[in-house]
């Protein structure tokens, strides 16, 4: 539990951050009520946050900082949560006087992204598909497409309705102890889905009922601009997966998750803006086959492995490593990019793929073993030489490589992960 209090133009926050409305109430309060230009959000005594609550805040924190509010953040004294502020981008986001914008190349967390435009949301898109098929292993192409798919609209609603000052802020998560799942957010500091609805369904009397229209099938604010078809997907993918969903706007909050189904509360303070939540579990991905249908019929996106890689059936894939990874030296950097590779190899069933080592430096032992000497075991030797071609290898990298495979294929399968 996490307590919060203010003390002039110093808010606090002490202990566990769960729920993000109490401290943007204070915030709100600080500026509107008693009239600070300048606030400090004093997160010393912060103990854990998580990246839903943390990404509306920051959303918040940029359009006050935006209408010209000087807010500055006290890091959390606990290292490893000012370390996750730093690599999350939250920190950069609260206080860009004190953290650096985060060049962290995680394996399962992408910091939070801002982005203002088509351009940049396609961009931060990309970077996310890219990172979550490096991260997560047996991916599907109903997983990845529907997630993929996910991610775009509600990114996008924030482009097309929210009218939010700061943009949007996207961040993603994967968990893999106890099942398969990747966790999106996507914050705004716009108007919120009830004012929008509203334009179009003047008859919405409030915020919850607003929601709960929100996510249904063909309920737009404007048939000329949209279908409705993006909160309604999202939602289908993410409680067919038995995952999670949450939308959180103006008086509202929309919640559901397997266990207490569907659930729409009304709620005293407000969110200014638009928050959703979105965990799509990947344990069992016939799940998702056919979790996104329109108009009774089933639909299938295109997605980033097709844009990006697939050709024409039959035709090689062009992999060059070095577009696809930035170090050649630890088992750290391999490991995405087999897991990359055997889920690209997975989902394009009838292309074989050619991995070009032009323009590679020297790669070392432990990172050759990584990558070539385990996925030759995992593909098994016929399948590796069927689907797989190395191209343009250095002697040296083509003896390291060699090597590899010759010692993987003595020892077996041990930590094969
Ligand atoms: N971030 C947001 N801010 C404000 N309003 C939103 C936001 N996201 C959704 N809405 C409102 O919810 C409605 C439904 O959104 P949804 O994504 O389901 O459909 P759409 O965007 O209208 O159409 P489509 O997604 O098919 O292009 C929107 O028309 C809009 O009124
Ligand atoms: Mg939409």
Known sequence: MSHIDRSGNVIRVIGDLNDFHFLLAQIHQCIENAGFND??????ECTSAFQNSMLSVCAQVLAYREAGIDISLIPPRNTRLSNLFRNTNWGYFLDPHKFDISH???????????YANPDEQQNAV?????????????????????FEWAVNE???????HSQSSIGGLVQVSTFQKNSKSVQFVVADAGVGIPETLRTGRPEIRSDTEALDQAIREGVTRDSNIGQGNGLFGTY??????NGHFQVDSGHARLEANPKQGLSIRNQNIPYAGTLVVATIDFSDPSLLEDALRFGGRAYRP??????????NEGEQIQF?????CHAFGSRVAGKP????????????????????????????????????????????????MQRVKLINMTDTVEGLVNKAIAQRMQHGTADLD
């Open 126 to 146: 990309n970077k996310i598909v890219n990172v979550i098929l490096g991260a997560l292993p047996d991916l599907q192409r109903s997983n990845l497409a529907s």
């Open 104 to 114: 962290f190349r995680g394996h399962t967390r992408i910091p939070a992204t801002r």
């Open 236 to 241: 289908r993918v993410c409680t067919k997966s």
């Open 302 to 311: 295109t997605d980033y492995v097709e844009t990006m890689y697939e050709g």
């Open 337 to 384: 990019l087999r897991q990359k590779l055997l889920n690209i190899i997975n989902i394009c069933e009838h292309n074989g793929i050619g991995i070009d080592f032009d323009g590679a430096p020297v790669v070392s032992s432990s990172f050759a073993d990584e990558v070539f000497g385990k996925l030759f075991l995992q593909l098994g030797p016929i399948q590796f």
């Open 320 to 324: 060059k490593l070095i577009d696809e």
């Open 154 to 160: 509600i990114t996008d609603n924030v482009l097309v």
């Open 39 to 44: 606030l400090v959000l004093d997160m010393s």
